[in-house]
């Protein structure tokens, strides 16, 4: 058996939005900056996309841009934010990912930007009063990016009192969406959200695409030169096949939301049930109700949880650890240190999608019992 549990890094192509990017791929292969017949079909679909992006966040669509990915959509939130909106303070936290942390080390280093991270506790969870407490502290133009859902620990950020606070302060507001879009409701038309990121691949979409939304407060420049494509914000022909595959993905994925959220809920309740009952000094990373497909699971330190992820592997199953490798010594990651997590225990990050089964966590389980210390009187 082969079971995948690392949907947290990437999901699978459903079979509906294979099938929509082959239609378009046979069907559609215009330039979308054409003007004759065959580059208006390419526009009409990629307006359409926009369109259908647009309205599950509750967005217009003037305010959506299909980019590559989440991280070329950051560093445009986070790079047009310093050069074209006069900002000169961002606050972060020290758990973001890496697309975001090492933009604003080269913020401070090219632009001078003063870059404050706020602390989490053991959960993952920033202090909303810290927060507030430093936008009160100075007049300086201010960004605030924050994630809605860390990607190793699955934590949750309160993206509506984040707003609250950003609006009330005169602040920029930019979140990194790619775990929870499609997952979660979100809804910008309520909320006092800047700069909004996400990628395909996240929700069950192709690789190699994704948006920003940029409020049409915003008035950013772009990162890249040399057309006038996405309204003048991002050169180079549009990624059409792409962006049809990821229209689709994210109106399938808001159209079973509840219906995923309950299977891949009960999932992760069943395996944590097991874990807790079967294995030994077995930990929770992150949130007890942290988001619903990731769980972090902290090992106790023995001979054969070193090569864990490894031993996973070879017994055909997908998982992610939690460390870094740096001058050949594993290190725990930025955000296990972060949490305080303790470096002699193995961290490793289960997580699932509506595709899997409990045939899959009891074959897991079964198989975690053979590189792990288990519990006695079961």
Not at 69 to 84: F, H, K, P, Q
Not at 99 to 108: G, V, Y
Not at 275 to 285: H, T, V
Not at 320 to 334: I, K, L, R, T
């Amino acid at each position: 058996m082969r079971v995948y549990f690392d949907n947290a890094s990437t999901t699978p192509l459903l079979p509906e939005v294979k099938d929509e990017m082959i239609k378009v791929i046979n069907d559609k292969f215009g330039n979308p900056s054409s003007i004759h017949r065959d580059g208006r079909q390419s526009r009409i679909l990629i307006e359409e996309a926009r369109k259908q992006i647009a309205l599950g966040l509750k967005a217009s669509t003037g305010e959506i841009f299909f980019t590559s990915g989440a991280t070329e959509a950051n560093n445009m939130a986070l790079i047009g934010s310093v050069r074209d909106l006069g900002v000169n303070r961002i606050i972060t936290s020290s758990i973001e990912h890496h697309c975001i942390s090492h933009t604003c080390e080269f913020l401070h280093q090219q632009h001078g930007t003063s870059i404050v991270e706020l602390s989490v506790d053991k959960s993952g969870a920033i202090d909303l009063q810290e927060l507030a407490e430093l936008l009160s502290s100075s007049n300086e133009k201010t960004l605030v990016s924050i994630m809605h859902a860390n990607n190793e620990i699955g934590t949750i950020s309160n993206l509506e009192e984040i707003a609250k606070l950003c609006a009330k302060h005169e602040a920029l507001f930019h979140t990194d969406t790619a775990q929870t879009l499609a997952k979660l409701p979100i809804d910008v038309s309520e909320h006092n959200i800047s700069f909004l990121c996400g990628a395909s691949h996240k929700f069950f979409g192709p690789k190699g695409v994704g948006f920003v939304y940029i409020n049409h407060n915003n008035i950013v420049k772009p990162l890249m030169y040399g057309g006038d494509q996405e309204r003048g914000m991002r050169s180079g022909t549009e990624n059409i096949y792409s962006i049809a595959g990821m229209a689709k993905a994210f109106t399938m994925a808001l159209e079973e939301m509840d219906e995923r959220h309950e299977k891949v809920l009960s999932l992760k309740t069943y395996f944590t049930q097991r874990l807790l009952q079967e294995l030994e000094d077995i930990q929770i990373n992150g949130q007890e109700d942290g988001l619903y497909n990731i769980l972090s699971v902290s090992f106790p330190a023995s001979p054969k949880s070193e090569m864990l992820v490894m031993n996973l592997d070879i017994m055909g199953i997908a998982a992610s650890g939690g460390s870094a490798c740096s001058s050949g010594v594993e290190n725990d990651s930025h955000v296990l240190q972060a949490i305080g997590h303790d470096p002699s225990r193995k961290t490793i990050r289960f997580s699932f999608s509506h595709l899997n089964t409990i045939e899959e966590v009891d074959y897991v389980i079964e198989k975690l019992k053979t590189v792990t210390p288990v519990a006695v009187d079961i």
